[in-house]
């Protein structure tokens, strides 16, 4: 069973970064798969970006390549995702999950990231 909880978030003007952290508890993390996920009101959960369990191999949306990063520190046990020129269209719930296989099985609370215009 694995924890996760995320930091970070808040209020941040267009073109400002944010970089927000997911600290897990309880597994092997470095046999997880970590994610990075968001979702804005009234619209459907979308994936951001996924880090290998050595961290070695990153994936990203195309539509947020370039301005967003995701990393990790497994002796830390954390995953990051810095948030760099953030757009009002940014301003989401974003959540950090972990899998082993296919499917997330595991998600942490949110942490909410406003971009005012």
């Known amino acids: 069973q694995v924890q996760l909880v995320e930091s970070g978030g808040g209020l941040v003007q267009a073109g400002g970064s944010l970089r927000l952290s997911c600290a897990a508890s309880?597994?092997?993390?470095?046999?997880?798969?970590m994610g990075w996920f968001r979702q804005a009101p009234g619209k459907e959960r979308e994936f951001i970006a996924h880090i290998s369990g050595n961290g070695f191999r990153t994936y990203y949306v195309d539509s947020l390549k370039g301005r967003f990063t995701i990393s990790r520190d497994n002796a830390k046990k954390t995953v990051d995702l810095q948030m760099n020129s953030l757009k009002p269209e940014d301003t989401a719930v974003y959540y950090c999950a972990a899998r082993q296989n296919n499917k997330y099985d595991y998600w942490g609370q949110g942490t909410q990231v406003t971009v005012s215009s």
């Open positions: 309880g597994g092997t993390f470095s046999n997880y798969v």
